[in-house]
């Protein structure tokens, strides 16, 4: 019988652990807790459900962190999740199951809860956490899997909530830094470390990093996507408009499947044609064209994505558009399609209507 462990690294996370141990009760066969340092009950609350727990010391690097923990597990499979994750009710047998039919890189979809201008929401990360014995990780942070398997995503999901209302930026950036100093032409790296200072609202900075990972990732990189259009959200924070449009006349054909591009291309469109009026006037059908077109795709299944830019957020800016534009029946009718999503701003915004 094929055996999955269950391989984590783990510091002063009691508050968290229990509830991602109790998500794979009867999933996996063993549970593989690494800790680094804790100085609260993490280690107790590990040995309380059994589980096999390890020291080690940390050395500022996650890559040879996870592999301690994959180097001391016996299964033929590991599943590694960290302490704020959890494996969501109904999504078990799909692991197993994939554990029993596949030779290869699993990717499961984790749902990550985070703040943005005090509204909760949620994004989709397809991220590779389910592999068989001998696979290893490589990378300081924001570590990756390294194998020649193909990848492959489950239908199974977590949820993650470890960055709400939590700011990591501090240790993060440290991290990515210092990785930067081994390597400064690491596309991922530059990536991630932009990613890093738009979360602090340091666009200027950002910018930097974001226009070199443009120059050196692969077309077929599989994040691409994702850091064009976080690299056009940050033109927008940066004010640097013109740069975002340069962007998107480049990318409006290889991405023209992705939801999230034609998301931020319509916010983009809206900044550029309400700052410069007439020099943009002609981007006003683009601005709800964009906003179409993220309803016709729907919510992708296959891309890194914010949850809703298929329904309810271009819903709700159509919304937006049209009451801007004096159309206000147009404007009600967005809206009230944007609520059937309980969507509370479009609530809002009806009320201010009447």
């Not at 999955?4 to 066969?29: P, T, Y």
């Not at 500022?60 to 994959?70: C, G, Q, T, V």
């Not at 009718?333 to 999503?341: G, K, M, P, S």
Request: a neutral charge.
């Amino acid at each position: 019988m094929t055996r999955l462990s269950l391989a984590m690294i783990v510091k002063n996370e009691e508050s968290r652990l229990a509830r991602c141990l109790d998500s794979v009760k009867g999933l996996v066969d063993e549970l593989i807790v690494v800790d680094t340092g804790s100085t609260d009950r993490t280690k107790a609350v590990a040995t309380d459900y059994g589980a096999k727990v390890f020291d080690f010391m940390w050395v500022n690097d996650f890559s040879i962190a996870r592999n301690f923990s994959l180097q001391n597990s016996s299964g033929d499979w590991n599943l590694v999740l960290d302490a704020d994750e959890y494996v969501i009710d109904g999504c078990q047998r799909a692991i197993r199951e994939f554990t029993t039919s596949q030779q290869a890189i699993g990717r499961l979809r984790r749902l990550d809860k985070f703040l943005q201008n005090g509204e909760e929401k949620y994004a989709q990360a397809f991220i590779s956490r389910l592999m068989p014995k001998g696979t290893i990780y490589e990378g300081q942070i924001h570590e990756q899997v390294i194998s020649t398997l193909p990848r492959v995503i489950v239908k199974a999901d977590i949820g993650h909530d470890g960055y709400f209302g939590v700011d990591k930026s501090g240790r993060n950036l440290s991290m990515l830094l210092s990785a930067l100093k081994k390597n400064p032409n690491d596309p991922y790296m530059l990536f991630q470390t932009g990613t890093q200072y738009h979360l602090s609202k340091d666009y200027g900075i950002a910018d930097k990093y974001f226009a070199k990972c443009y120059d050196l990732i692969p077309q077929n990189e599989a994040y691409r996507p994702e850091m064009i259009v976080r690299y056009i959200y940050n033109t927008i924070g940066h004010g640097n408009l013109t740069r975002g449009l340069e962007l998107f006349q480049r990318e409006k054909n290889v991405l023209a499947g992705y939801t999230d591009f034609h998301f931020v291309s319509g916010i983009l469109f809206m900044e550029l044609a309400f700052k410069d009026t007439q020099k943009y006037i002609n981007l006003f059908p683009s601005i709800e064209a964009e906003y179409l077109l993220c309803l016709e795709i729907g919510e992708d299944s296959t891309y890194n994505s914010v949850i809703g830019t298929g329904s309810f957020y271009p819903l709700y800016n159509l919304g937006v558009y049209h009451e801007v534009m004096g159309n206000i029946t147009k404007a009600k009718d967005y809206y009230t399609q944007a609520l059937r999503y309980n969507y509370q701003p479009a609530q809002l915004r009806l009320n201010s209507l009447r």
